[in-house]
């Protein structure tokens, strides 16, 4: 997996993660969601430029320009809820993409560090021969992920695969690593350190699903 840290260069970016961060203005829903989507666009940029470009042209009222476009037929896949946010950056700026939503949710049968993923939604065009982009913004154990990838596979191969998130742990980095194919690229913020026994980024943000949308039962 080629894996794009983006954070590693310092930029605006830096101000969008900052923000989701801080525990005073992460409580403010509505900008947690705006800096999500920003996010998103900021990632969504450095994705367009692996992206297969040909030759076009404009015309303009004055003439006419040469110009390269991507021609890449894409299909944007967000996980919810937590995904919502940074698929609108995406969709800000890949506005021709088609759109797929699958759930997953974290089943405790035992206890709060004992869980298992359950996929259960799907909602997709086809994705077959396609550039599939998995959208999430936390990226943990990465076990969300892998079902997600596991539950698609069903529906069709696509012609590449992009996951796109804003902050990861190094293990749960390491497992996608383990279970996409080798051509998969991975766009990210942000990497920490830790994983709290919750399976929680630490330092991370907390729950993301929560600070867009409110918490749950
Ligand atoms: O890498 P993992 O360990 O699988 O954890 C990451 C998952 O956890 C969050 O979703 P959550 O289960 O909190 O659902 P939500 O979006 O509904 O809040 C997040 O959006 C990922 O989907
Ligand atoms: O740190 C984490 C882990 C899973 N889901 C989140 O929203 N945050
Ligand atoms: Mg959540």
């Known amino acids: 997996m080629e894996i794009h ?20 203005i992460q409580k403010d829903s509505l900008r947690f969601r705006r800096n999500i989507e920003r996010i998103g666009e900021v990632l969504g940029y450095e994705l367009s430029k692996s992206l297969a470009y040909s ?6 009222p004055l003439g006419k320009k ?9 299909v944007l896949c967000s996980i919810l809820r937590a995904g919502l946010p940074l698929h609108q950056g995406l969709l800000n700026y890949f506005d021709d993409a088609e759109n797929a939503f699958i ?7 035992k206890n709060d560090s004992d869980f298992e993923i359950v996929v259960e939604y799907f909602a997709s065009p086809s994705i077959n021969n396609k550039t599939l982009l ?4 936390m990226l943990a154990t990465g076990q969300s992920l892998v079902a997600v990838y596991e539950a698609i596979k069903k529906h069709g191969t696509p012609k590449e695969i992009h996951i796109v998130s804003v902050i990861g742990a190094k293990q749960g980095v390491d497992f996608v690593n383990n279970h ?31 600070l867009a949308y409110g918490s749950k039962l």
């Open 55 to 60: 030759n076009a042209s404009v015309n303009t």
């Open 103 to 109: 759930s997953a949710y974290r089943h405790h049968p």
């Open 134 to 137: 998995l959208v999430d913004p």
């Open 5 to 24: 840290h983006i954070a590693e260069n310092d930029s605006i970016l830096n101000k969008f993660i900052a923000e989701i961060r801080d525990e005073k």
């Open 180 to 210: 996409f194919p080798e051509n998969t690229k991975l766009w990210i913020a942000t990497i920490d350190d830790q994983l709290n026994e919750k399976g929680y980024i630490v330092p991370g943000l907390g729950d993301a699903g929560d």
């Open 66 to 74: 040469e110009i390269k476009l991507f021609n890449n037929n894409m």
